[in-house]
């Protein structure tokens, strides 16, 4: 936070790569690596819903975090949903990272993707995660799963790349600094940012399915994290309250799109979404209460496919 009541994001700190052409010490191995992550947190659930669609889930083991952050951070608990360390047997997050660097001060952060063979942290980056998953770990992917996408192909990486630089500040972050913002000016810089964002890809995806085209990508998956959230919480929670989601006719229906993907509808656990921010997040709701609604129908027909007629030019 800086002096004038803009929210920053810490970099994250552990940025090794798996290669699967003998340039990195961690090789591409099933049943090597384990990711850790909240089911809460945008950013882990993207690597979740990449490991699920992938069909990764058998080659990369998972754990999960209670959606609350407590005194010590984030923990591991017998709490509906939660997936213990079975890895490392740790109860809080932060001894993994102590564990990969004992001189480690900073806070713990999801997603982690563990190396069980050197017994330490690859990656906490969420975008190189996923990225990982694409392209290293595609070969095993397909063996394990029949209708394997390629959610980064060669052709198309740069316009994911740039579409997914485009959506970091204004909408994935962006609610965030508007959320977290303490003062008034910035809050509004970044509400603006998230609306006017809003409108932006509602109009895209008013012509296309997917952001990049006919086709589920990278850019899909890290556009939806924080749209599911967006009524949500981001709505109330984070006072971007200009419109409910469901009132941008071409992000709602693609969020149900995707919603109704089984590979990623299990990946999302409204529960914990909506008791991290509203529990954890005591300077912005100190009564901890959580709100019973909103009601959302996310299995509702979203008329997403290539002979919709708002999918029309």
Same mark, same amino acid.
């Given at each position: 936070?800086?002096?004038?009541?803009?929210?920053?994001?810490?970099?994250?700190?552990?940025?090794?790569?798996?290669?699967?052409?003998?340039?990195?010490?961690?090789?591409?191995?099933?049943?090597?690596?384990?990711?850790?992550?909240?089911?809460?947190?945008?950013?882990?659930?993207?690597?979740?819903?990449?490991?699920?669609?992938?069909?990764?889930?058998?080659?990369?083991?998972?754990?999960?975090?209670?959606?609350?952050?407590?005194?010590?951070?984030?923990?591991?608990?017998?709490?509906?949903?939660?997936?213990?360390?079975?890895?490392?047997?740790?109860?809080?997050?932060?001894?993994?990272?102590?564990?990969?660097?004992?001189?480690?001060?900073?806070?713990?952060?999801?997603?982690?993707?563990?190396?069980?063979?050197?017994?330490?942290?690859?990656?906490?980056?969420?975008?190189?995660?996923?990225?990982?998953?694409?392209?290293? +770990?595609?070969?095993?992917?397909?063996?394990?799963?029949?209708?394997?996408?390629?959610?980064?192909?060669?052709? =198309?990486?740069?316009?994911?790349?740039?579409?997914?630089?485009?959506?970091?500040?204004?909408?994935?972050?962006?609610?965030?600094?508007?959320?977290?913002?303490?003062? =008034?000016?910035?809050?509004?810089?970044?509400?603006?940012?998230?609306?006017?964002?809003?409108?932006?890809?509602?109009?895209?995806?008013?012509?296309?399915?997917?952001?990049?085209?006919?086709?589920?990508?990278?850019?899909?998956?890290?556009?939806?994290?924080?749209?599911?959230? +967006?009524?949500?919480?981001?709505?109330?929670?984070?006072?971007?309250?200009?419109?409910?989601?469901?009132?941008?006719?071409?992000?709602?229906?693609?969020?149900?799109?995707?919603?109704?993907?089984?590979?990623?509808?299990?990946?999302?656990?409204?529960?914990?979404?909506?008791?991290?921010?509203?529990?954890?997040?005591?300077?912005?709701?100190?009564? =901890?209460?959580?709100?019973?609604?909103?009601?959302?129908? +996310?299995?509702?027909?979203?008329?997403?496919?290539?002979?919709?007629?708002?999918?029309?030019?």
């Amino acid at each position: 936070m800086t002096d004038r009541g803009e929210f920053t994001r810490n970099l994250t700190g552990f940025r090794d790569q798996i290669r699967d052409d003998n340039t990195s010490r961690f090789a591409v191995e099933a049943n090597r690596y384990h990711l850790y992550i909240s089911w809460a947190c945008p950013w882990a659930h993207r690597t979740a819903i990449a490991r699920s669609l992938l069909g990764l889930e058998e080659i990369i083991s998972l754990s999960a975090v209670d959606p609350v952050w407590n005194e010590n951070g984030w923990t591991f608990t017998s709490e509906p949903g939660c997936i213990p360390d079975f890895v490392n047997h740790k109860s809080d997050l932060i001894d993994l990272y102590r564990l990969a660097d004992p001189a480690y001060e900073g806070e713990e952060t999801t997603p982690v993707l563990w190396d069980k063979k050197h017994k330490t942290i690859v990656n906490n980056e969420s975008l190189e995660i996923i990225k990982i998953f694409a392209t290293e +770990f595609a070969v095993l992917g397909r063996h394990s799963k029949k209708n394997f996408p390629d959610l980064y192909p060669a052709s =198309q990486r740069t316009i994911i790349d740039q579409v997914i630089s485009e959506i970091y500040p204004t909408l994935n972050n962006g609610v965030y600094r508007a959320g977290f913002a303490t003062a =008034q000016r910035p809050y509004e810089r970044a509400y603006r940012d998230v609306f006017a964002a809003l409108e932006h890809w509602n109009a895209e995806l008013g012509l296309r399915r997917y952001v990049c085209g006919d086709q589920l990508t990278l850019a899909d998956i890290c556009l939806f994290t924080t749209l599911l959230r +967006f009524d949500l919480v981001y709505y109330s929670h984070f006072k971007c309250n200009q419109k409910h989601l469901y009132e941008y006719p071409h992000l709602w229906g693609f969020v149900r799109d995707l919603y109704q993907t089984p590979e990623i509808r299990k990946t999302c656990h409204f529960d914990h979404i909506k008791r991290h921010y509203y529990i954890s997040q005591k300077h912005i709701n100190p009564t =901890q209460v959580v709100p019973v609604g909103p009601i959302l129908d +996310f299995d509702l027909p979203h008329g997403r496919g290539v002979d919709s007629a708002c999918l029309r030019k």
